[in-house]
């Protein structure tokens, strides 16, 4: 190994040996969440990604491509309970082909896929009845990938055409959905399933197909049409007219200061009329002219006529003969028809109410708000409409229960706010101590190091090189050239001798013994101290 490499490593174990207990546990505590993070992106960079194999499948239909699957080794995702079953996106393709080879998803309503099965001796009523089978099921599947319809079924009742029956009956439908989860289908989806179920079958009304959904809700009920369809579109109106209303009298009395109300009536019938209107051509020849004319040959007779006393009184002479001629003529003729027909939900009538606070009116006068009003809301007095329109005195017990709401509020959000800042500073000051007692007892922990090592410096000299740093014949030389110096705290009776020589190594190294003897007499727990630092320097060291 290069000596620049094993420098690092020899660096970095002297690193780690310097650590104390609690940085080796938070250094090991580390590693191990390295370790596990770098496992865990491994694994969820290597997971394979999940594509839908088939979706919207039944029970049985699920079970059968899960078997199909398990057989294959294939791994595989179950999704929306069940009915969604996910591959990984390299076998989806391979796995929906040995799926359509296999028969898989084999349970559905069939759709014209039934007519491939019919043989030639068939009878006419299986004909018919297969026949709307598959319509059903068509009708079906087409409805069930409505977004927010997770199932239906189609139920058609189609009479039979006879040149015996008088009245034909109108075909019917009836169509239940499921739905996903609690959600309902919106009234404009109850329509697209009505229409779409009405213009698959010829002759069949809107009004004719029935829509119920999983809870027994009934959308769209027979002969009625959409429930709650002229309700909604007289509610759509009158929100429509109060929207333009209001907007009006905000702008001129100000916001809050009127009040509108329209009430209106919708035809729920459907009227057909139909008007045949015959003019003459004029400057048209005729389409065809007959003239006839008969004549009478005979004599008079001479007996007269009977008077007023029954007395015969003579006639005048003729010759007897008569003449008549007829002629019949057929003009041309112009003929108009037009047919009417009006739908349901044709408005009849409308009634506003406006209600504007005295106070706020200023100098507008009740006509003339009843005209602005009344062009706003398109009032028609010949079809029956009304309108009024008063200057009353508003309450205001509501706009102080009002204020009196929005100001507890507002002193409630006030409130949360600093309870969530007054939790913020506690959670703050939670983490700040400890890391703040935790430097200063660093701090003070270094400063006592420091202090331990100047008192040892003062009782036992310059401290020695370290072992590795002196040789064998370095070691005794060391240990002669190494100071003597005496305890500071400790009584010593000046020598008025003269200073003797300087003393062998072994008479120091005792010396010294005693000194230190000494001091652990008088005071053991001071002399503790400075042998427990001076071991934890050489540990570091």
């Known amino acids: ?22 940085q080796r546990t938070i250094a090991i505590i580390g590693v191990a969440v390295l370790a596990l993070g770098i496992v865990a992106l491994s694994s969820w960079l290597s997971r394979p990604t999940y594509t839908p194999l088939f979706s919207g499948m039944s029970a049985s239909d699920a079970n059968a491509v899960v078997e199909q699957l398990r057989s294959s080794s294939v791994p595989y995702e179950l999704a929306d309970g069940g009915a969604t079953v996910l591959v990984p996106e390299k076998d989806v393709y391979d796995q929906r082909l040995a799926a359509a080879s296999a028969g898989l998803p084999g349970s559905s309503s069939g759709g014209y896929s039934l007519l491939d099965d019919m043989g030639v001796t068939t009878s006419e009523f299986q004909q018919s009845v297969t026949f709307k089978r598959a319509i059903e099921g068509e009708l079906a599947a087409t409805i069930s990938s409505i977004k927010g319809v997770t199932a239906a079924s189609v139920q058609l009742a189609i009479p039979e055409e006879s040149v015996f029956v008088s009245e034909t009956v109108d075909p019917t439908a009836s169509v239940f959905v499921e739905t996903s989860g609690s959600s309902t289908l919106s009234p404009k989806q109850v329509e697209a399933i009505v229409h779409l179920t009405s213009a698959a079958v010829s002759g069949m009304k809107p009004e004719n197909v029935a829509v119920v959904d999983q809870s027994g809700q009934t959308l769209s009920a027979a002969g009625v049409g959409t429930t709650g369809g002229m309700d909604q579109q007289a509610s759509d109106y009158e929100a429509r007219v109060t929207a333009s209303v209001q907007q009006m009298l905000d702008t001129v009395v100000g916001p809050g200061n009127a009040t509108v109300t329209v009430v209106a009536e919708i035809d729920h019938s459907v009227n057909e009329r139909v ?10 020849p005729p389409l065809s002219e007959q003239s006839r004319t008969d004549r009478q040959n005979g004599s ?44 349901a939900g044709t ?69 949360e706010r600093q309870s969530v800042l007054l939790n913020t500073l506690i ?81 120091s190294l005792e010396r ?27 540990q570091h060291v």
């Open 1 to 22: 190994m290069p000596q620049a490499v094993t420098n690092v490593f020899q660096r970095i174990g002297r690193v780690i040996a310097g650590f104390s207990l609690a």
């Open 275 to 284: 008007e045949e209107t015959y003019t003459p051509a004029e400057g048209a």
């Open 300 to 343: 008079s007779s001479n007996a007269g006529v009977l008077g007023p006393d029954n007395i015969a009184v003579p006639s005048a002479e003729g010759d007897g003969t008569s003449e008549s001629t007829e002629t019949s003529k057929t003009n041309a003729v112009n003929k108009s028809t037009q047919s009417t027909s009006t739908p």
């Open 347 to 415: 408005l009849l009538r409308q009634s506003v109410s406006v209600a504007v606070d005295a106070g706020a009116g200023g100098d507008l006068s009740t006509a003339q708000l009843s005209d602005l009003v009344e062009t706003a809301a398109g009032i028609d007095t010949e079809r029956g409409d009304a309108i009024t329109v008063e200057l009353v005195s508003f309450s205001q017990t509501s706009s102080e229960a009002a204020q009196a709401a929005l100001q507890a509020a507002k002193d409630a959000e006030g409130a």
């Open 427 to 507: 959670i703050a000051a939670a983490i700040a101590i400890p890391l703040l007692a935790g430097v200063i007892a660093l701090i003070m922990r270094s400063r006592r190091r420091n202090s331990a090592a100047g008192e040892f410096d003062q009782l036992f000299g310059d401290r020695p090189p370290a072992l590795s740093a002196l040789d064998a014949g370095a070691a005794t030389t060391a240990i002669d050239q190494a100071p003597t110096t005496p305890l500071a705290f400790l009584e010593t009776t000046p020598d008025p001798e003269p200073e003797p020589d300087p003393e062998p190594a072994q008479v």
């Open 512 to 538: 010294r013994r005693a000194e230190i003897d000494s001091l652990t007499r008088q005071d053991p727990k001071r002399t503790a101290e400075l042998l427990r630092t001076l071991i934890d320097d050489r």
